[in-house]
């Protein structure tokens, strides 16, 4: 959600290939070879959302994207963290 209200959509499409190569492979492992059923789409889940994370890490920490790094120095009580608080929240509720 973070790059996308950056405006980072490279970000985001780098994190759903990621996420999604994850989550077929460990399927396709856990599925199909081991058995796990319930067991196996859990732990997919989990090692896709895992790995969606730290793509956002690592893209956010080494990206040229100006505008997506330049809110990483921003102090947690200002006026910038604080302007757009109503409509993230709106974004949450829905």
């Not at 199909?32 to 059923?37: A, K, R, S, V, W």
């Amino acid at each position: 959600m973070y790059c996308s209200q950056m405006e980072g959509t490279k970000c985001v499409m780098v994190n759903n290939i990621i996420a999604n190569v994850i989550h077929i492979t460990l399927l396709s492992v856990l599925l199909g070879i081991y058995d796990l059923g319930f067991t196996g789409i859990c732990i997919a889940s989990t090692c896709s959302l895992t790995g969606r994370w730290l793509g956002s890490l690592v893209f956010m920490r080494y990206t040229s994207l100006k505008k997506i790094s330049d809110y990483n120095n921003v102090p947690l009580f200002s006026k910038l963290t604080t302007q757009h608080l109503g409509y993230q929240a709106k974004i949450c509720i829905n």
